[in-house]
């Protein structure tokens, strides 16, 4: 039976806000660095995007009790904007393959807000393409960070050197069953079509009366058929938009957003990040889908729009959909730090 929602759930560490501080800094510094280099604000993580698409979101119908909760409550359609982007806080050459990301912002949104989010409509789900975080809680977030913030600034070319020498350990790893995060994160990431990914929460939220992880997995067959498709970045520093803006110039997409409820708190813990709940447990059940016709999948223009002058954070949201756990705590201050910066360094507000 789904676990219900209760704030005891949760357990901070009694240094936590100790360590958020020490991983708002080393963000800052990876901010500071790359506005040094470019002249110009850009995302502390996730800094380059690939696409950057509009559609709507629908709920689907005949949902049962337990998933018909917080905005799945009922059937209801929502425009929706989506940013897929890969991890570093610079805005590398797409030869240097480092894991993605998929931000999510539904607009229009009613609910009780979450506080410091009460002057926006939207909700956001931020989500990367594993099911589990690379570090369990925020300690260990701080530890690796500082790992990525200490490569910022560091020659492409060796940037490169080192990503196809770690794509080719990641793929020893693989071979015998295996798969490294660390590996992933610092450049050994397989380059397949970003389209073809399927994303993760990795951390839990509240649904609505219970609690739960989401996914966006490809569904149309246009898409699927993408899956694990090498992109050939060589000579391409901007591979992925291409490719992405070869689809979408010809066709739309559709992918499944679905829910894992959480059923055991000992085999799905809320304050270790980096563990996978088991599907065979709780599997994800798909509660809506989105829909996005073929239009420009990334151009000048909608950088301004949505790199710019949009935000996406799991604190952009409703009380139904409040993020748990150390990671999800931890995105709140440095997220919004993050978008002060880029704010007041480019002087333009940005949204949520």
Known sequence: MPVRYAPSLESPQPDEAETIAELTQALRHISETTFEDYGHAVRSVHAKGHALLKGELRVLDHLPPTLAQGMFARPATYKVVLRFSTNPGDVLDDSVSTPRGLAVKVLEVEGPRLP???????????????????????????????????????????????????????????????????????????????????????????????????????????????????????????????????FFREQGGEWELRAQLLTNPETMPIEDSSVPWPEEESPYVAVARISLPPQSGWDEERAREIDDGLSFSPWHGIEAHRPLGGIMRARRSTYEDSVRFRASHNGCPVHG
């Open 116 to 246: 410091g989010s009460d002057t926006e409509n939207s909700q956001d789900f931020v989500m990367a393409n594993a099911p589990a975080f690379a570090a369990p809680d925020p300690k260990a977030f701080a530890k690796n960070l500082k790992l990525l913030a200490a490569t910022t600034d560091k020659p492409q070319g060796l940037k490169k050197v080192i990503s196809a020498t770690l794509r080719g350990a990641e793929k020893v790893v693989e071979t015998f069953g295996g798969e490294s995060a660390l590996l992933k994160n610092l450049g050994g990431q397989p380059n397949t079509h970003i389209l073809g990914e399927t994303f993760w929460t990795q951390a839990p939220l509240r649904y609505g009366d219970y609690v739960a992880k989401l996914s966006v997995a490809p569904v149309s067959p246009a898409l699927t058929a993408l899956a694990g498709t090498e992109i050939k970045a060589g000579g391409h520093p901007d591979a992925l938009r291409e490719a992405v803006n070869a």
